[in-house]
């Protein structure tokens, strides 16, 4: 029988179709590298590609149905030793605004991913109630703060596997990714400790049931950001696809976001249909055009700190909300 992972863009599918790449492409713009993907006949595919990657892959469905056999598309992953060098949270600018809404990546996958209508405080765009259930332990809870926005494949697991050669603007725009949601996920803070920045290799969920769709999840985003594999996360992965997650599929990963226009989900909307009680407006307290990503940015800049209605404010730098951000 034929597993289902979910279907994060509501595509119709079927089981029959076969992936195999077919061209790629550098964006002059973006510097993405572009594989586009095409359905056939079932053919025999390497398993151990010898390209290295060198910056995200964007991918094209299928023109059929936009599924593929998971592992099918593990087949288009290079194979090579992680890097393990130069890795710090900082080079990833994540919980951030970029729709520029008021409301940072954590409060939207929140809202996104509550079982029912979360509460919002609307001033700070905090949510600070909803109903969530931990798809990696079974957990359930109706609390923010037992719950940690988890990225699937870990910042550091991100960074060792090709992320290190990416621009700052393509890290950013990965931690905050919202354009696919299997990137984010809302789960118990015990079970995202417990899973850190493991690879499938050293960390499966706790929930059993949940390993084949966490499985998908996992190499659809590799597929997707151009990320390697080294080879005991690869082997563990093949055993699986071709074991218990036998005949899995998956929708083949959209091009990630190239820019941040476009890359937030709105806490109305959230990238996938977030639901909230409370109406947030457009971040009234907003310094015009001027953006800084952080404040590491803004003091970078000679900004900090920023008030209310000087150029660059923005709610999401204020943390304490006193008018005042990046004074820290």
């Known amino acids: 029988m034929a597993v289902d992972s979910g279907d994060p863009t509501q595509s119709s599918l079927t089981s029959s179709s076969t992936i195999t790449a077919s061209s790629t492409a550098v964006s002059p713009d973006t510097g993405i590298t572009t594989t586009s993907l095409s359905s056939g006949a079932a053919t025999t595919t390497s398993a151990t590609p ?12 299928p023109p059929s149905d936009g599924k593929a056999l998971a592992i099918e598309l593990l087949a288009l992953i290079v194979v090579q030793n992680e890097r ?4 710090d949270r900082d080079l990833f600018a994540h919980w951030e605004d970029l729709d520029r809404d008021g409301c940072d990546t954590r409060q939207e996958v929140l809202a996104r991913d509550s079982l029912t209508p979360v509460q919002i405080d609307p001033y700070r ?63 118990s803070d015990n079970s995202n400790q417990s899973k850190s920045d493991k690879d499938p290799s050293n960390w499966m969920p706790p929930l059993r049931s949940d390993w084949c769709r966490y499985l998908g999840d996992w190499v659809s985003i590799k597929v997707r950001w151009n990320l390697s594999m080294d080879q005991s996360e690869f082997g563990r992965i093949r055993n699986l696809l071709d074991d218990e997650c036998a005949g899995l599929r998956v929708v083949v990963p959209s091009p990630p976001p190239a820019s941040t226009s476009g890359a937030g989900g709105g806490a109305s909307g959230g990238g996938g249909g977030a639901v909230t009680s409370t109406s947030v407006g457009a971040d009234s307290g907003s310094g015009g055009d001027v953006y800084y990503a952080n404040c590491t940015a803004a003091r970078a800049a000679g900004a900090a700190p920023i008030y209310v209605g000087d150029p660059g404010y923005r709610r999401a730098l204020d943390r304490d909300g006193d008018g005042i951000a990046c004074e820290g």
């Not at 393990?84 to 890795?87: D, E, I, M, T």
């Open 50 to 61: 010898t390209t290295a990657n060198a910056a995200p892959t964007s991918t094209t469905a």
């Open 125 to 187: 765009c905090r949510v600070v109630e909803g109903d969530w259930f931990s798809a990696y332990d079974g957990q359930s809870t109706s609390l923010p703060s037992d719950i940690d926005i988890d990225h699937v494949v870990a910042l550091k697991e991100a960074w060792d596997s090709g992320a290190w050669e990416w621009s700052s603007t393509t890290r950013m725009l990965y931690a905050n990714d919202l354009t696919d949601r299997r990137t984010l996920i809302a789960v």
């Open 84 to 87: 393990g060098a130069g890795y």
